[in-house]
C-alpha cells in the first residue's frame, strides 16, 4: 500500500496540471454526469468534479480497493464525487444506457488490463448519452525521455518496460496507440488527438515533483525491466551498468544532476462525441449517405455544349447503386425545343461525315443548314 500511495502522488505531482488542460478542453456541461473509469489515486476527480459544478456528479470506480482509498484521501469531502471499488465491466452491466454525459479512462484501457480495449470502448459508448463525451487519456510513457543525451540506451530500456508490462507489439490492434480507430470503430464523430507535454528541469517551479516521481516512478521501473528483460532487447551486462550509474542518485553521473537535463513526457488525450440523437444504427443504410457530384463544363461548351443539357450534369453517388444523372435542363423545355437551337458564336465547326462546314453568323440568330448537318453528330 506504501509503495502504490507513493507512486501515484508521485504521478500527481507532475500530471496534474496536464490532467486539468485535458479535462478543460472537454468543455463540460455545469450539472453534467461522469464516469472515471480506473481512476486509480483519483487524480482527474478534483479536475472533473470542478468543471461539472455543484449540480454534477462524478464517479470514480476502480477494481482494486487500495487504489479507491487512495483516492477518497485525494478528494477528500468532495459532495459531487462518489467512489466504488468495482469491475468496470459489473458497472457497464448496471448503468442504464444513455445516463452519462461523459466518460474519463485515464491510462487504464491496455492490454494488460483488458484483452480487448476496442470491445470496452463500444460497450462504453452505449453508456453515453446523445452528445456525451469518451476521453481516453494516457501519460504516453513509451514516448517519454527521461534518459536526455543517451537516446539508444532509453530505446532499449523502454522496449525492456514494454515487455516487463505486456504491451501490444507492434501492428497489433489492441496497442493503446489505436484508441483513435477505437472510438471511431465505436461511432464516436470528431475524434481527435491533442498532446498535452510534461516537461521537468532543474529551472522549473515543479522540479521537487518530478525529482521525486524519476525516483519513485521512473528509476525503479527502468532497473525492474532491465534486470528482467536486458537479453531480450539486446542489452549486455556493460549497458546495465551504464544505466545504473545514470539513475542512481548521489553518484557522479547522476543524469538528473548534469546541467541541462530535461525530462519530458507527452501525455496524449484522444476523444470523441457520440453524435446527438445517433438512436439506433445500421451500418448497410448509412452507406447510402451519399453525395451530389457535378460534372465540369469544359471550355469548349461555348462552341457545342454536347448532350449535357439533355442528360444532366448532376449525378447522386452512393455505395453499390448506379444512379442516373439528375434534372437535364431539356425536361423543362418545349417539345420543339427539343430538336436544337442554334448558337450565336461566330466560329466554324465540322457538322457532318463529308467535312462540310456550317458557319453561324452574328447577323441572324436562325440559319438555314444544309440538310447533312441535320444527320451530323455534332448537332446539338
Same mark, same amino acid.
Given at each position: 500500500?506504501?509503495?502504490?500511495?507513493? /507512486?501515484? =502522488?508521485?504521478?500527481?505531482?507532475?500530471?496534474?496540471?496536464?490532467?486539468?488542460?485535458?479535462?478543460?478542453?472537454?468543455?463540460?456541461?455545469?450539472?453534467?454526469?461522469?464516469?472515471?473509469?480506473?481512476?486509480?489515486?483519483?487524480?482527474?476527480?478534483?479536475?472533473?468534479?470542478?468543471?461539472?459544478?455543484?449540480?454534477?456528479?462524478?464517479?470514480?470506480?476502480?477494481?482494486?480497493?487500495?487504489?479507491?482509498?487512495?483516492?477518497?484521501? %485525494?478528494?477528500? =469531502?468532495?459532495?459531487?464525487?462518489?467512489?466504488?471499488?468495482?469491475?468496470?465491466?459489473?458497472?457497464?452491466?448496471?448503468?442504464?444506457?444513455?445516463?452519462?454525459?461523459? +466518460?474519463?479512462?485515464? =491510462?487504464?484501457?491496455?492490454?494488460?488490463?483488458?484483452?480487448?480495449?476496442?470491445?470496452?470502448?463500444?460497450?462504453?459508448?452505449?453508456?453515453?448519452?446523445?452528445?456525451?463525451?469518451?476521453?481516453?487519456?494516457?501519460?504516453?510513457?513509451?514516448?517519454?525521455?527521461?534518459?536526455?543525451?543517451?537516446?539508444?540506451?532509453?530505446?532499449?530500456?523502454?522496449?525492456?518496460?514494454?515487455? %516487463?508490462?505486456?504491451?501490444?507489439?507492434?501492428?497489433?490492434?489492441?496497442?493503446?496507440?489505436?484508441?483513435?480507430?477505437?472510438?471511431?470503430?465505436?461511432?464516436?464523430?470528431?475524434?481527435?488527438?491533442?498532446?498535452?507535454?510534461?516537461?521537468?528541469?532543474?529551472?522549473?517551479?515543479? /522540479?521537487?515533483?518530478?525529482?521525486?516521481?524519476?525516483?519513485?516512478?521512473? /528509476?525503479?521501473?527502468?532497473?525492474?525491466?532491465?534486470?528482467?528483460?536486458?537479453?531480450?532487447?539486446?542489452?549486455?551486462?556493460?549497458?546495465? *551498468?551504464?544505466?545504473?550509474?545514470?539513475?542512481?542518485?548521489?553518484?557522479?553521473?547522476?543524469?538528473?544532476?548534469?546541467?541541462?537535463?530535461?525530462?519530458?513526457?507527452?501525455?496524449?488525450?484522444?476523444?470523441?462525441? %457520440?453524435?446527438?440523437?445517433?438512436?439506433?444504427?445500421?451500418?448497410?443504410?448509412?452507406?447510402?449517405?451519399? +453525395?451530389?457530384?457535378?460534372?465540369?463544363?469544359?471550355?469548349?461548351?461555348?462552341?457545342?455544349?454536347?448532350?449535357?443539357?439533355?442528360?444532366?450534369?448532376?449525378?447522386?453517388?452512393?455505395?453499390?447503386?448506379?444512379?442516373?444523372?439528375?434534372?437535364?435542363?431539356?425536361?423543362?423545355?418545349?417539345?420543339?425545343?427539343?430538336? *436544337?437551337?442554334?448558337?450565336?458564336?461566330?466560329?466554324?465547326?465540322?457538322?457532318?461525315?463529308?467535312?462540310?462546314?456550317? /458557319?453561324?453568323?452574328?447577323?441572324?440568330?436562325?440559319?438555314?443548314?444544309?440538310?447533312?448537318?441535320?444527320?451530323?453528330?455534332?448537332?446539338?
Amino acid at each position: 500500500m506504501s509503495d502504490l500511495s507513493a /507512486w501515484h =502522488d508521485a504521478w500527481a505531482g507532475v500530471a496534474a496540471a496536464a490532467v486539468s488542460d485535458a479535462v478543460a478542453s472537454h468543455g463540460l456541461a455545469v450539472g453534467a454526469r461522469v464516469l472515471d473509469v480506473g481512476t486509480g489515486g483519483g487524480v482527474a476527480l478534483p479536475a472533473l468534479a470542478n468543471a461539472v459544478g455543484p449540480d454534477g456528479r462524478v464517479v470514480g470506480i476502480d477494481i482494486e480497493a487500495s487504489s479507491v482509498a487512495l483516492a477518497r484521501r %485525494r478528494v477528500g =469531502d468532495y459532495p459531487t464525487i462518489s467512489l466504488e471499488a468495482r469491475d468496470v465491466g459489473s458497472v457497464i452491466g448496471t448503468t442504464a444506457p444513455g445516463s452519462v454525459d461523459a +466518460i474519463w479512462a485515464g =491510462d487504464v484501457l491496455w492490454r494488460n488490463y483488458f484483452d480487448n480495449p476496442a470491445d470496452l470502448v463500444r460497450r462504453l459508448v452505449g453508456l453515453l448519452a446523445p452528445g456525451g463525451i469518451l476521453a481516453v487519456f494516457t501519460g504516453n510513457w513509451y514516448s517519454s525521455r527521461f534518459l536526455y543525451g543517451h537516446p539508444e540506451l532509453e530505446r532499449r530500456v523502454l522496449a525492456a518496460s514494454a515487455r %516487463r508490462w505486456a504491451v501490444a507489439h507492434d501492428g497489433d490492434a489492441t496497442h493503446h496507440e489505436h484508441a483513435p480507430a477505437w472510438l471511431e470503430a465505436a461511432g464516436l464523430r470528431e475524434v481527435r488527438m491533442q498532446i498535452y507535454p510534461m516537461v521537468g528541469t532543474a529551472t522549473g517551479s515543479n /522540479w521537487v515533483e518530478w525529482q521525486r516521481y524519476l525516483q519513485v516512478g521512473v /528509476w525503479p521501473d527502468y532497473l525492474a525491466a532491465v534486470r528482467a528483460h536486458a537479453p531480450d532487447v539486446g542489452m549486455e551486462a556493460a549497458d546495465a *551498468g551504464r544505466l545504473e550509474a545514470l539513475i542512481t542518485p548521489g553518484t557522479p553521473r547522476y543524469l538528473p544532476a548534469q546541467p541541462g537535463y530535461v525530462a519530458f513526457q507527452p501525455a496524449m488525450l484522444v476523444a470523441g462525441r %457520440r453524435c446527438s440523437a445517433q438512436g439506433t444504427r445500421n451500418a448497410h443504410s448509412e452507406t447510402h449517405y451519399g +453525395i451530389y457530384a457535378f460534372t465540369p463544363a469544359s471550355p469548349l461548351a461555348l462552341v457545342d455544349p454536347g448532350v449535357d443539357r439533355f442528360t444532366g450534369t448532376m449525378v447522386f453517388l452512393e455505395s453499390h447503386k448506379r444512379n442516373e444523372f439528375l434534372v437535364p435542363p431539356a425536361r423543362d423545355w418545349a417539345d420543339v425545343a427539343r430538336f *436544337g437551337d442554334c448558337r450565336r458564336p461566330c466560329c466554324c465547326r465540322p457538322s457532318c461525315r463529308s467535312g462540310c462546314c456550317c /458557319w453561324c453568323t452574328l447577323a441572324s440568330p436562325a440559319i438555314a443548314m444544309p440538310a447533312c448537318c441535320a444527320m451530323s453528330p455534332a448537332s446539338p
